[in-house]
């Protein structure tokens, strides 16, 4: 089992930025590749960005792309989502996930494992 404590959300203006952090226990994440969720209010929950589980790829949505980045430090069982010029449509509650994956470089999209309770993002002026 991984628990996961994602946390750094809050209120932000348009244009400005927020790192989120998810806190990883019960075992290590060095065997799973990582990712962030997003659901807006009145949405489902749909994909934002993944890493893998050697941190040498990334997969994210068009509409993150060149604004958010994904990182992970497996000696600390923690991964992270920085979040540039961020805009009234990224509002909505992000989620952390786990995959249990057995290829060094795998970023899947779906069919994530261990999801966190996710922590809320509000872009507004």
């Known amino acids: 089992q991984v628990q996961l404590v994602e946390s750094g959300g809050g209120l932000v203006q348009p244009g400005g930025s927020l790192r989120l952090s998810c806190a990883a226990s019960g075992r290590s994440i060095r065997s799973y590749a990582m990712g962030w969720f997003r659901q807006a209010p009145g949405k489902e929950r749909e994909f934002v960005v993944a890493?893998?589980?050697?941190?040498?790829?990334?997969n994210s949505v068009d509409s993150v792309k060149g604004r958010f980045t994904i990182s992970r430090v497996n000696a600390e069982n923690t991964v992270y989502l920085q979040m540039n010029s961020l805009k009234p449509e990224d509002t909505a509650v992000y989620y952390c996930?786990?995959?249990?994956?057995?290829?060094?470089?795998?970023?899947?999209?779906?069919?994530?494992?261990?999801w966190g309770q996710g922590t809320r993002v509000t872009v507004s002026s």
């Open positions: 996930a786990a995959k249990e994956v057995y290829v060094s470089d795998y970023v899947p999209r779906l069919s994530y494992d261990y």
């Open positions: 890493i893998s589980r050697s941190g040498g790829s990334t």
